[in-house]
Each structure stands twice: as structure tokens, then as C-alpha cells.
């Protein structure tokens, strides 16, 4: 079976400082990965996805950025964190292809101070 | 206007109801409709996946959908306290990885 993995659960980050969060998926390969990010009271706003290694896709300007190393991780960063970014962060996955199932993994609580 | 709307509630029942959940959207392209179940500070888990018009069950769940009202609902019938979450309801057209769309979320609670 499929599982994803994200870490950690939740970080606390004075504001200007660098991020790094992780998402592996375990029992598929090659899937297409996803972050999202969760406001409270808001729908789940898609950050960026990934068809392949390297593919990245930006949906939001920001100062966040996304890599994929390898065929199942997932990594999402920033370079200087703002008071903004400050939210639930998601990692999801899907078999590759169009109309697929998406499973979230368990969330990134971060707060920029 | 939001492409995805749902009340955000909160919304409380007693143990053993029948509990209505809704989303309405405009745009008509979209043909794929999921709920996801979301506890707090955890991942959404997809509850149900359905595609087009009508319905689906799934144990205590029925997800129902209206194309011609762009209307969507999920029924929970015997409600449990293990059920308050708070439900997401998601629709794609199906052509991009990119163009899934998400409600904020109806926070449930059931009351023993």
C-alpha cells in the first residue's frame, strides 16, 4: 500500500529565516506531487505540483519554491519566511495522469514570528 | 464569486442524526466530486470520489451530486461522535493536475 510522510509536524520559525519541509511517498512510483497550503476558514490553495523529477509547476507567486530530487520527495522551501506565510501546509499525491485520486499527507503547522 | 461554496458552519448534531453537508459551484465544467474528511491538525482522507451526476454510498455515507444545479451533498446517516471533523468538499474538470478545486470546509461536531 501507499503511504506519505511529512515532515515535521510542526515548526515555529522566527520571520527571515530559511524553511524546509519534506514529503516522501512510499509503494508507487512516479507519482504527481502537490503542496497546498490551508488558511483557516479558506479552501486549500495549491502551491505547487510535480509531474517528474526536476517538473516543477508554480501556482502562486511567493517567496516559497518547490524541488523534486527524486522520484518520490518532495521538498518545499523559502529562502527568508514572511509573518504571511505563517499556515497549514500539505503535501499530497496522486497516480500520474489526469483525474486521479489525491491523498494528503498529515500537514506542516507553521508559525512565523 | 467563489468557484466552490460551502458553509463553514459549525454544525452540531446529536449522536444518531442525519447530517447534510452541501457545496454549490459555478463552474459547469466540472464533472469529478470528492469529500474529504479533515481532523484537527491532521491530512485531508478522501471519504468519497464520484464522477457526473447521482449518487453514491458508501456505508453510513451517500455523497449525492446535481449537475443541472451545480449542487453537491454528502449524507452521513447515524451520525457518531468519531464523525466531527470537518468535511471538504472538492471538485476537478479533469484536464490538468492543476485545476482541482476545494471548499473551505463544514465543521461538524457530533454530540454524544
Known amino acids: 500500500s501507499q503511504t506519505i510522510h511529512q515532515w515535521p509536524a510542526t515548526l515555529v520559525q522566527p520571520v527571515g529565516s530559511p524553511l524546509s519541509l519534506e514529503c516522501t511517498v512510499e509503494g508507487t512510483s512516479n507519482p504527481n506531487l502537490y503542496w497546498y497550503r490551508q488558511a483557516a476558514g479558506r479552501g486549500l490553495q495549491l502551491l505547487f505540483y510535480s509531474v517528474g523529477i526536476g517538473q516543477i509547476s508554480s501556482e502562486v507567486p511567493q517567496n516559497l519554491s518547490a524541488s523534486r530530487p527524486q522520484d518520490r520527495q518532495f521538498i518545499l522551501s523559502s529562502k527568508k519566511l514572511l509573518l504571511s506565510d505563517s499556515g497549514f501546509y500539505l503535501c499530497?499525491?496522486?497516480?500520474?495522469?489526469?483525474?486521479?485520486?489525491?491523498?494528503f499527507g498529515s500537514g506542516t503547522q507553521l508559525s512565523v514570528l | 464569486q467563489k468557484e466552490v461554496e460551502q458553509d463553514p458552519g459549525p454544525l452540531s448534531v446529536p449522536e444518531g442524526a442525519i447530517v447534510s453537508l452541501n457545496c454549490t459551484y459555478s463552474?459547469?465544467?466540472?464533472?469529478?466530486f470528492m469529500w474529504y474528511r479533515q481532523y484537527s491538525r491532521k491530512g485531508p482522507e478522501l471519504l468519497m470520489y464520484t464522477y457526473s451526476s447521482g449518487n453514491k454510498e458508501d456505508g453510513r455515507f451517500t455523497a449525492q451530486v446535481d449537475k443541472s444545479s451545480k449542487y453537491i451533498s454528502l449524507f452521513i446517516r447515524d451520525s457518531q461522535p468519531s464523525d466531527s471533523a470537518t468535511y471538504l468538499c472538492a471538485m476537478s474538470v479533469g484536464r490538468t493536475n492543476n485545476d482541482m478545486r476545494f471548499g473551505a470546509g463544514t465543521r461538524l461536531t457530533v454530540k454524544p
Open positions: 463552474n459547469s465544467a466540472f464533472q469529478y
Open positions: 499530497a499525491w496522486s497516480r500520474t495522469g489526469l483525474n486521479e485520486k489525491l491523498f
